[in-house]
């Protein structure tokens, strides 16, 4: 055996998404103790870049040492309490994780289905909540990765609240891929992933929970199932300053590594992010409609960071993405869930979100299908998504 060196990829799937030099340095330097003063601060200031990746001045955000699913349950083990009546939107892949999880959690949930490739529907949630007063918590995924679908978190959490609920946002994908904001949209326990918009390394969550949310966690009468994931017990870790206790070993490089990744984005500006992000997810769209190529999602509703497509009729799935793969270094997703085989995921997520990118999926892509028989005209497509550039998309 010898050391392991990756292969060169450009990943354009659902994540994780190509990281940065800048942060990959960053995750490189020396370990240092995770109770060091130095390293205190380092913590303090990953919270308060947190609090403005989130738009949030809630005290309570931190991130979890664990990947997106590891954020997932935090929330449902911490905030929901056995025999809590839990509404659970369903409309892709991670919606079902959720109500996996609010069960095991103890929850009695309530599941709402919406079409897949469709937005959860304020109006069923909201008739839903009316009629079944004793739901006190709703939860939801806003940027639906199974499906590239956006739903509309601010008008589901101000439901929740007019109907006396605690909400449950996964934010994996949104988390500064598209417009987010914690504290103005009433949102009282939210999780994400780093390796998603953030583009960082996979493998930490970010977390955050309103003043709402901490109260019902702090009322608990029967401690978390989870020992790993007690809040009431990490509380005491992501403290203030040196009171800190030690609950487990923070994994030190990926912090380092978090760290440089929020720095990122707070120099680039979260309105900015979101912005870049919808050009160039505008770009790809009209290189992919002169492929021939549909996306699934309406419009109104599709993710800028994760685009659902339907893959060509008499073109095989793996086929496809093995070439772009092998030739082209290129990652692309595949369907999940009721997608798989018939759908592939492009994302354009975070530092993987740029024209060089855009142009090289379309010309890659173009240039397998046409050797597959597909009839299209790659240099086309390019030319439609650099016009695209041209025109100003609406700012997010
Ligand atoms: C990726 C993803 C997750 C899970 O994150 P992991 O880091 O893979 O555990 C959860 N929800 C959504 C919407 C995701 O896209």
Redesign the pocket.
Known sequence: MESFHPPHRVLMG??PSDVSERVLKALSQQTIGHLDPSFVTLMDQIKSLLQYAFQTKNELTIPVSA??????ETCFMNVVHPGDRVLVCINGV?GM?MQEVAKRAGADVVALEFDWGSPVDPARVEATLASDPAINCIAF?H????TGVRSDAKALCKIAREHKCLSIV?A??SLAGIELRVDEWGIDAIYS?T??CLSCI??L?PVSFSERAVARIKERTTPSDSWFLDLNLVMGYWGEGNKRTYHHTAPVNSLYALHEALLIVQEEGLENAWARHQTHHHALAKGLAMLGIELIVDEAHRLPELNTVAIPEGIDDATVRSALLQRFDLEIGAGLGKFAGNAWRIGLMGNGCTRQNVLHCLSALGTVLQEQGYHCDPDSALNAAERAYDTPTSAY
């Open positions: 659902p994540g990947p997106g699913s590891a954020g997932m991670f994780r995924v940027a639906e990765t199974s996964d994996v994908t992933g390796q998603k996979p493998g969550a």
